[in-house]
């Protein structure tokens, strides 16, 4: 049997007991509970205490860390090597020094796979450490090959380090009633509802959005867009676009901050579900959306056409251009229009964590094998 031992070196000073980890990493954790058949699995993570603890039958070994570049992990790394895994499965491309020591403790044997979460490559003398770490790598995992694309521009990963794509994370989340969800949120909308969830920043471009939307509303002006954010660099700026279109403000409901177990009534009371990002990890709120059903409009970038598979399950445009977007939007309901159902079957069938755990298992194998 396979031993995979899952190692995340950032450390959460905020979590003070094994519950909080459990509560909090649910969504990266659970493809090893559907694994615990075919593999053995053992998470090592970072927090503000020390210990072991048995979760869903899997073991955690807790270690005390700090965030910082040159934090040195010799306690961790050396009951990792203990442990005798076939793979070490490291959560995150930004810990050089972390990996390097890795494969100087670790056995010769055992294979050292990196996982990416949506981060970019380092500059200066962090580069050069990422480049030299990078040859202590066996593979690594994208949840989209085209994000490994910065990685290979900068040098520091080979084209003969192999790429598997799997995603980095699920969701739990269900369909509800579309119209029982509407009632419950009070939205009596008769033209199309549209979702977005996201922060307010410029990354995600909520601006293009919107000017996309007031474009919208001349051919379709009884639709609606109820934006939920967590963070709101971008609101005065939305505020200011509102005032200056009296039809845009109108159509617009700014929600603000929703309850993550709130989240299924509202992508299921959506028709869809809008996003602009230039660049992503992958797609939190896009599983989310997908798994109830709320049918994407979202930009072309290479997490999103994986998830959508090339936008045969959603509907694709260039980031960051409005009338693109005003297009798309135009021609949403044309006759072979994507029907929630059909979102939600590919949900089920490819982005599910039965999916991830599939994944993680063939990549294990074929490294191991």
Known sequence: MIKLVDVTYYTHLEYHKPEQVFEKHSLVTRYAELLRDKMQIQFVKHAGFEGGSLYNGLLYQFFKGINKFRYLPFKANRFIRKQQPDIVLVQGLVFPLQVILLRMQCRRNCKIVLQHHGELPFKGIKLWFQQQASKCVDAYLFTSAGNADIWKQKGIISDRQPIFEVLEASTNFLA??????????????????????GRLNENKSPLTILKAFAQYLHFKPLSRLYMIYQTSEQLGKIKELLCADANLESAVYLIGR???????????????????????????????????????????????RKITENGKYGHLYKAGDEWALYKTLCELEEPLAISPDYVIGHFNQNLSFNRIAEDVYSMCSSLVH
């Open 176 to 197: 509800q009633d579309k119209w029982v969800s509407r009632k419950k949120l009070n939205i009596q909308a008769k033209g199309n509802v549209f979702l977005w969830v």
């Open 258 to 304: 929703v309850p993550n177990d709130k989240l299924p009534l509202w992508f299921s009371a959506a028709d869809y579900y809008l996003s602009g990002s230039f660049k992503e990890g992958s797609g939190y709120a896009l599983l989310e959306a997908m798994a109830c059903g709320c049918v994407p409009v979202v930009s072309d970038i290479p997490p999103f």
